[in-house]
């Protein structure tokens, strides 16, 4: 049954790299202050096999409904775990490599670091630098969900049923802590420039129980997320302006000290200096190739 009114959107590929289709919805209203837009794909493509995901502030859920995918181990992209079926990623310090054969189907739900912890009911430090089934954290709700989006033909129909599943999995769900949901809103709209003790004081709690707090709601320490925080808003600026703007006026304008401070994060959390990732950007919004050029 339809809950919303969202227009699906979408784009479609097709060059010497392979062919894919990307379906785009937004989720139904009571669910938007926690899980971002569906993404639906199909690809097809001998060219690329290897992506690059950078450290990011979402817990993504992967549903598979193609062949096998092989994840990397967060920050350290030579070492591989094969996922026959659906996944889920916890924030991360480094990034990622998702390898296929060429061949891919799913949906990707992200979620936010507060959301993923009321959606999953468990602590989110458990979930810190790892990729796990999505059995592992959704119980027997996880097959389910599998089988019921693999016997709906079209994206609109499978993102009313995760509208539907959704709902009802926050709805049994005790809802977010208040303080960590404002912490963590204070972080993004500031852009990840903020000060731990500032942020605590403002709780009313000391530096070690907001940073314990947090590690439990969201699984990293505050001052790491809002290091990757501050990296996610000049990596978005960088891929917006590309070399129409310089590098040094992006750190600048995103709190970095420097062009240097910048570089630094940069390859500490997409593994490369941004110059070279941004090389490596696949058209009609494909991601970000794992080879050093595409």
């Known amino acids: 049954m339809r809950l919303t009114d969202q227009p699906l959107r979408s784009t479609h590929h097709v060059s010497e790299l392979g062919e894919w289709e990307l379906a785009y919805r937004t989720p139904v209203s009571p669910l938007q202050p926690f899980v971002y837009p569906y993404c639906g794909y199909r690809e097809s493509s001998l060219a690329i096999t290897d992506r690059r995901e950078v450290a990011g502030i979402i817990v993504p859920i992967i549903i598979n409904l193609g062949p096998a995918l092989d994840v990397s181990v967060p920050g350290q992209p030579e070492t591989f775990e094969r996922f026959d079926g659906p996944f889920v990623a916890g924030l991360h310090g480094g990034h990622t490599v998702v390898r296929t054969i060429g061949e891919q ?4 739900v992200n979620v936010s670091p507060i959301g993923a912890r009321v959606l999953f009911g468990m602590p ?8 796990v089934t999505l059995e592992d954290v959704l119980g027997a709700d996880a097959a389910i969900l599998v089988e019921r989006l693999r016997a709906v033909p079209d ?8 509208d539907a599943a ?6 049994a769900s005790s809802g977010p802590s208040v303080v960590m949901a404002w912490t963590w809103t204070r972080i993004v709209a500031e852009g990840g420039n903020v000060d731990v003790a500032a942020l605590a004081g403002r709780c009313g709690w000391s530096n070690k129980r907001l940073i ?5 709601q969201l699984g990293l320490p505050p001052k790491l997320v809002g290091r990757i925080v501050r990296f996610n ?3 978005r600026a960088a ?9 040094a006026s992006i750190a600048e304008q995103c709190g970095y000290y420097d062009q240097a401070h910048f570089n630094h994060d940069f390859r500490e959390f997409a593994g490369i200096p941004p110059l070279e990732y941004l090389r490596t950007q696949l058209p009609d919004v494909g991601g970000f190739s794992a080879a050093s050029t595409v």
């Open 155 to 162: 994206w609109s129909t499978r993102f009313d049923f995760l």
């Open 239 to 247: 891929e917006q302006y590309g070399t129409a703007r310089s590098l």
């Open 166 to 171: 959704l709902l009802r999995r926050f709805a």
């Open 105 to 108: 189907t799913g949906v990707q």
């Open 124 to 131: 989110m430090s458990e979930l810190a630098n790892r990729v």
């Open 233 to 235: 808003g000049a990596r």
């Open 212 to 216: 314990a707090e947090f590690r439990d």
